[in-house]
């Protein structure tokens, strides 16, 4: 799996994968299901990444 803040990398991981894990410094910091890790993330370095992705039309 690619490792990105990309718009089409945070797209692919919703279709492609099932389970998604956030490394921070080649540590885990957070890990789960996609929807799980995308739409509630429980870590602060999770939400920081998620909010640096710019809005789709």
Avoid: F, K, N
């Avoid at 799996?1 to 410094?25: E, H, K, N």
């Avoid at 789960?32 to 429980?42: C, I, K």
């Amino acid at each position: 799996m690619a490792c990105s803040s990309s718009p089409t990398i945070w797209w692919w991981g919703r279709q492609m994968a099932d389970r998604l894990v956030v490394l921070s410094r080649g540590e885990v910091v957070e890990s789960g299901g996609t929807a799980e890790v995308l739409d509630a993330p429980a870590h602060g370095y999770t939400r920081r990444l998620l909010a640096s992705v710019p809005a789709t039309p």
